[in-house]
């Protein structure tokens, strides 16, 4: 049974930083591309950004790039995500994702697996 479990959410204030962590099971973690995607209150689950099978590869939201950096760590089967500068507009629930087929990364149908997900809230 695939497993993916997130964790370091919290709330912080603008400007801080979060470092959010995916720990993946059941699964052989280097087989499989990596993303973090989140869903804010009313609006669709978006791509934030994508870590390749080796960990050399990345693609971010324009919205994160230069503030996000996606890693990944195949000896722990644990993917991160961390975030520099969160502002009130990056608040939403942070999901990981696992995804072994070819596609656009940002497209959240070509992601196999999901985590429950992790809150994140930025006061201002």
């Known amino acids: 049974q695939v497993q993916l479990v997130e964790s370091g959410g919290g709330l912080v204030q603008a400007g801080d930083s979060l470092t959010l962590s995916c720990a993946a099971s059941g699964l052989t973690f280097s087989n499989y591309r990596m993303g973090w995607f989140r869903q804010a209150p009313g609006r669709e689950r978006e791509f934030v950004a994508n870590?390749?099978?080796?960990?050399?590869?990345?693609y971010y939201h324009k919205s994160v790039k230069g503030r996000f950096t996606i890693s990944r760590d195949n000896t722990k089967d644990t993917v991160f995500l961390q975030m520099n500068n969160l502002q009130p507009d990056d608040t939403a629930v942070y999901y990981c994702a696992a995804n072994s087929k070819p596609g656009l990364v940002s497209e959240r149908k070509i992601y196999e697996y999901w985590g429950q997900g992790t809150q994140v809230t930025v006061s201002s």
């Open positions: 870590v390749n099978r080796a960990g050399g590869l990345d």
